[in-house]
């Protein structure tokens, strides 16, 4: 590509470009989930992460394959991010044989654990006793592998966090504790449930180091995660990281958000992530076909994942028993 060129280098800018395509990817992907709900393609509830991809695409370059990322029913970013292909992700929402888990997950509760995905999750804060055990599981075996917990600003107040955060920085254990914090728990704002809204400064009462970034900047992201990933595979301990940003849909697909004050989707508009970072990127020198040529191909991906998607078998009622343990 011609224009990777920069006064920050071409590392940071390559990287860039390849967190924009991540995002865009994501956004496409997010949109088409939109159109096979509306069309009743897909059941059941649906929660879109539209706006919040700076955060998938920024951590996910910072980490390394055999890291553990457990999310919440929020998840399809984070999928994407790790590598989990777009036609596995929509054919599981769509109820198909072909599906990541064949069917069986959903919207809400799939994973892939052979990509580094270990898995949504529809419990509130569920998913952060979970990577400490992951975490402790690669210390006992002698891994250099660490766990990113990804939770919502809701999440914050689940008593299971403040377990496992508490757990975790006892024993140093390799954890990233990923605050997405979009400002809203479900309807309700994430200032109207607490004294002190600066959430990262829990971290300090757990002994650990906590810090707040920009989560629409996807080097921001990338670059804290690099740090506190570096630091936890040195044995130093986990970290909490917010990140903030905005989610731009509803909390789930069919919320009208009338709780939302005026204009404040439209103040969010101009900051979001894909936006922010095509402008940066077009002043960097990045050309505008370039830019154009990278939004082609990620539709042109997720359309042909989708097409493929449909075309697949339904998941087989036949084998509803596998996969159970109870
Ligand atoms: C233990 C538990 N309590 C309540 C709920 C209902 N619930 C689903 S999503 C949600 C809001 C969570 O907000 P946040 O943690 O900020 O995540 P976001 O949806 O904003 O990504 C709630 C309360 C649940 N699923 N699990
Ligand atoms: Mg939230």
Not at 4 to 27: K, N, Q, S
């Amino acid at each position: 590509m011609e224009a990777l060129h920069d006064t920050r280098g071409d590392r940071a800018l390559a990287d860039d470009m390849a967190a924009l395509d991540i995002m865009l990817r994501i956004r496409r992907l997010e949109e088409k989930i939109t159109e096979l709900r509306k069309g009743q393609f897909i059941q059941g509830s649906v929660h879109l992460c539209i706006g919040q991809e700076a955060i998938y695409a920024g951590s996910c370059q910072a980490l390394s394959a055999h890291d553990a990322v457990f999310s919440t029913y929020r998840g399809h970013g984070w999928a994407l991010a790790r590598g989990v292909p777009a036609e596995g992700i929509l054919a599981e929402l769509l109820g198909r044989q072909t599906g990541i888990c064949r069917g069986r997950g959903g919207s809400a509760m799939f994973s892939a654990a052979d990509y580094g995905f270990y898995g949504e999750n529809s419990i509130v804060g569920a998913g952060a006793p979970l990577a400490c055990g992951a975490a402790l599981a690669a210390r006992l075996r002698g891994e250099q592998r660490i766990a990113l917990a990804a939770f919502g600003d809701g999440a914050m107040n689940q008593g299971a966090i403040h377990e496992a955060m508490n757990f975790a920085a006892y024993l140093d254990l390799p954890v990233l504790f990923v605050c997405e914090n979009n400002t809203y728990a479900e309807l309700t704002p994430v200032a109207d449930t607490v004294r002190d809204a600066d959430l990262y400064k829990r971290a300090a009462a757990y002994g650990m180091p906590g810090e707040r970034i920009d989560g629409n900047d996807p080097s921001a992201v990338r670059g804290c995660v690099a740090y506190h990933a570096a630091r936890a595979r040195e044995g130093r301990g986990p970290a909490l990281i917010e990140m903030m940003t905005q989610r731009l849909v509803g909390h789930y697909y069919g919320d009208l958000q009338g709780y939302r004050p005026r204009g404040e989707l439209a103040e969010a508009r101009r900051r979001e992530p894909i936006v922010r970072l095509e402008e940066r990127l077009a002043a960097q020198g990045v050309a505008a076909e370039t830019l154009a040529a990278l939004e082609a191909a990620a539709t042109a991906g997720i359309e042909e994942a989708a097409s493929a998607a449909l075309a697949a078998p339904p998941a087989d009622a036949g084998t509803i028993k596998e996969h159970l343990y109870a």
